[in-house]
């Protein structure tokens, strides 16, 4: 496996790829690997003659009083598991290169996508995200790029980016990976240390109440807010951020709780902020990920 870090290195072997006629699979991460992470890379290993994954902890994403300087990485963990999984190429470059002295263009994406949950949260996320993923997708020129549904809204802002600025490429999006008790895999999950663990299982547990809440009253969106909340509200470490459904493609809020819908959740576990989501697709199933236990699969 080759370990690119500079932008010239990736040019020339990017230009190798295309003119062999190499398919290529994108798989943008911000390192500190974990299964959710090794499940796409092993789908784009299946899909594509060539597979990169980018490992960049992306600054510009960040607001000033979050996790920058204290977010894991692990370069050597995170190449040894991608060898492993396949993978050909990491694109691993310095936020110099990516941003370089005097960086003054961005992505910005607008409209209600960028003004509910998430992007309410954390103003300029969603700028640093579509900025540095559009940088990536140029840069790399995949023919598929890989993103997990447990960053529904970051799937949804992308969809539109791809759209928008008519990139070539097909967006692959796959499974929330989960603990055998629902947790979903995330590189964060390290911040969880003691009681913060289990209690953190509360996520699942409020998205499992109101999926059930969703198919006993299939009115009221409502209800199925109301019952995600009183999960998180019982449960003492937890402090609620957002629970809600919405439009999974536009992350509108629903009244009426019918197919599509994305159910997502925010809170904070001690001092560690989660998101989780399930997804009602129009199909009427629901993808809710996958557990690395089978026994808890569905
Ligand atoms: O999901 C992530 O890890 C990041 O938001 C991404 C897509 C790699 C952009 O920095």
Redesign the pocket.
Known sequence: MRLITTLEDLRQTRDGWSRQGRTIGLL???GYLHAGHLSHARTARAENDIVVA?V?V?PT?FGPNEDLARYPRDLPRDTALLADAGVDAIFAPTADAMYPAGFATWVEPAGPLTERLEAARRPGHFRG?AT??AKLLLLVGPTRAY??QK?AQ?VAVVRRLIADLNLPVELRVGPTIREPDGLAMSSRNVYLTGDARPAATALYRALTAGRAAFDAAPSSADAVREAMRSVIAAEPLATLDYADVCDPATCAPLITSEAPALLALAARIGSTRLIDNFLLRADGSWDIGQFTDARHAE
């Open positions: 943008p991460t911000m980018s960049f992306n994403q995200v540095v993923v993103f997990g960053d970051q």
